[in-house]
């Protein structure tokens, strides 16, 4: 055993939350050693490729990957970090001494601050046959295709509905893995309906109300039984259906990971909107324990924009209870992380974070807008389906045919409210409109929109699209997203689908904008039968 070494703070975790926490105190000075039990950083963001949504200050539009490289490109180039890899904390006792075991070797540290950011694990299911091998969790699939390039089966079936569900979903799609269906036990869907839609624009059915009763087969997963479950969560006789899969993927819901905090004697209750057990702390993010703090999914199941934000409060807190210099400019970049945290969480995707956190003693919900407390529209067929009403269109379509005369424009799908502006920030005729809250349903201004198609690559939700209804005679052109390989080229002849998968009509790709501006997100531009403009909303191209 070494001597015990002294620090200034020692961030635990090397995720987007425990970076942005190392990040954020180092600026200003603090010494930090950054504690990572894997041998590389960035946790979960190392296995998103898809778009963050929020607001342009928290990365909306770029993705997960390309946050992290920003993020270990800062943490690299700053010499008040510390970065122990391979590094894993064992434990931490009454005198805030903690051990990490290194290389084969147990060494003992002494930090004035810790900041834990630790993470969260997946949770399990309970059904026949959980134990074959073939079943996943998301994020064991999620890391062997995006980071070990390992296609984990041919026809998955997933279980879930949450954005990690839909998400992951989509990621298997694009490694060319078919998804056989979502089933999700609650009546609605559990995660953005943009990604639920796109799902279903590909074909993939989304059977909400549902659950899994077994997994079949002898050594490995060969299908699954599902049924359908009425209003009191109690299966529907006569519905049972079989599933034909090889692997059954689990999204079921994340879990704080707080051992090491229990450990310490923090002070932690049971908060089911936060995923499980969390810390008390307060709104700096400071446990029970003075001098310990806690970002992330260790504080409440969140999006990792909310655990990056978390991360730099915490690390901020830290800089101003041990720095010596910058006291008041430190507490208003604190205050500001706070309005960002609340401005995230005001919509309607934020009512159980912000239940969640009343039962913590914060805010009370005092500070949110109750204005963007509710649903704008009435997306209860969407949120079941995937696929928006007639209703949900009709609000976002012009409401005169003679519109479309004008030339191309951009039409938005998009229905739910949750936080997302790169849409409107990505357009140079100011045509997209939130009206002034990132949690507002985007509009287009068709006067002002000239159909130039940026907004189609910038949308994470890939929810943007421009018609050109008259294109010629007989023909209109519309223009889709597609972040699928092979490309497709010019001249191509594609099968055209529409909001729920089902074929079209064959449509010819005249123009792809795919260059570095567009970021893998191909603004593909079909030409189609005009009678199909406001249907065809997805390709395939044929290998």
């Not at 490729?49 to 770029?62: I, V």
């Not at 699954?224 to 059954?248: F, M």
């Amino acid at each position: 055993m070494s001597k015990i070494e002294n620090l200034e703070l020692l961030v635990v975790g090397g995720g987007p939350a425990g970076l942005s926490a190392a990040l954020a105190a180092a600026n200003y000075g603090i010494k930090v050693s950054l504690a990572e039990e894997r041998e590389f950083l960035g946790g979960q963001l190392i296995k998103q490729t898809h778009r963050f949504f929020g607001s342009e200050k928290e990365y909306a539009g770029t993705r997960g990957i390309d946050i992290l490289r920003k993020l270990i490109d800062e943490v690299n180039k700053n010499k008040n970090i510390e970065v122990l890899l391979s590094s894993r904390v064992l434990g931490i006792y009454e005198d805030n001494v903690v051990t990490i075991l290194n290389d084969h070797k147990m060494k003992k540290y002494y930090p004035q601050s810790i900041i834990f950011a630790t993470g969260a694990s997946e949770k399990f299911l309970a059904f026949e046959n959980n134990d074959l091998p073939g079943i996943f969790g998301a994020g064991a699939v999620q890391t062997l295709m995006n980071v070990y390039g390992v296609m984990p089966a041919t026809n998955v079936l997933m279980i879930g509905s949450g954005n990690i569900g839909l998400i992951v979903s989509y990621q298997l799609l694009q490694a060319g893995v078919k998804v056989a269906a979502i089933v999700e036990a609650a009546p609605k869907i559990g995660g953005y309906s943009v990604h639920a839609s796109k799902l279903r624009r590909l074909g993939v059915p989304i059977l909400t109300s549902h659950t899994i009763k077994k997994a079949i087969g002898k050594e490995k997963v060969e299908g699954a039984v599902i049924c359908e479950l009425d209003n009191d969560w109690n299966e529907v006789k006569d519905t049972e259906q079989l599933i034909k899969c090889d692997a059954i993927c689990l999204s079921v819901g994340l879990t704080p990971l707080v051992d090491l905090l229990k450990q310490r004697k923090v002070k932690t209750t049971y908060v089911s909107e936060l995923g499980g057990y969390v810390p008390l702390r307060d709104e700096n993010m400071e446990t029970s324990i003075k001098n310990l703090f806690v970002a992330g999914d260790v504080s409440g199941i969140e999006e990792a924009t909310a655990a990056m934000i978390e991360g730099q409060i915490a690390g901020l807190s830290v800089a101003k209870r041990i720095g010596k210099n910058n006291k008041k400019e430190i507490e208003k970049r604190i205050e500001e992380g706070k309005n960002e945290l609340e401005l995230l969480r005001s919509g309607p995707v934020g009512k159980k974070i912000r239940k969640g956190l009343s039962k913590l003693g914060l805010n009370h919900g005092k500070n949110y807008n109750e204005n963007f407390s509710e649903e704008a529209l009435d997306i209860s067929h969407l949120m079941k389906t995937g696929v928006p009403s007639e209703e949900n269109l009709k609000n976002k379509l012009p409401s005169e045919e003679k519109v479309f005369d004008k030339g191309p424009i951009a039409i938005s799908e998009c229905f739910q409210r949750f936080p997302c502006d790169p849409c409107v920030k990505s357009c140079p005729f100011n045509a997209i409109s939130e009206n002034g809250n990132i949690n507002n349903i985007p509009y287009v201004d068709f006067e002002k929109c000239t159909g130039c198609g940026i907004c189609v690559s910038k949308c994470p939700g890939l929810a943007m699209f421009v018609v050109h209804k008259n294109f010629s005679e007989t023909t209109s052109v519309v223009i889709m997203p597609y972040e699928f390989l092979p490309r497709p080229h010019k001249g191509e002849i594609v099968k055209v689908f529409d909001r729920e998968g089902k074929y079209l009509c064959d449509g010819k790709v005249i123009r792809i904008l795919d260059g570095k501006f567009q970021d893998k997100t191909a603004a593909v531009s079909i030409e189609i039968p005009k009678r199909y403009y406001l249907q065809a909303r997805n390709f395939k191209v044929e290998e």
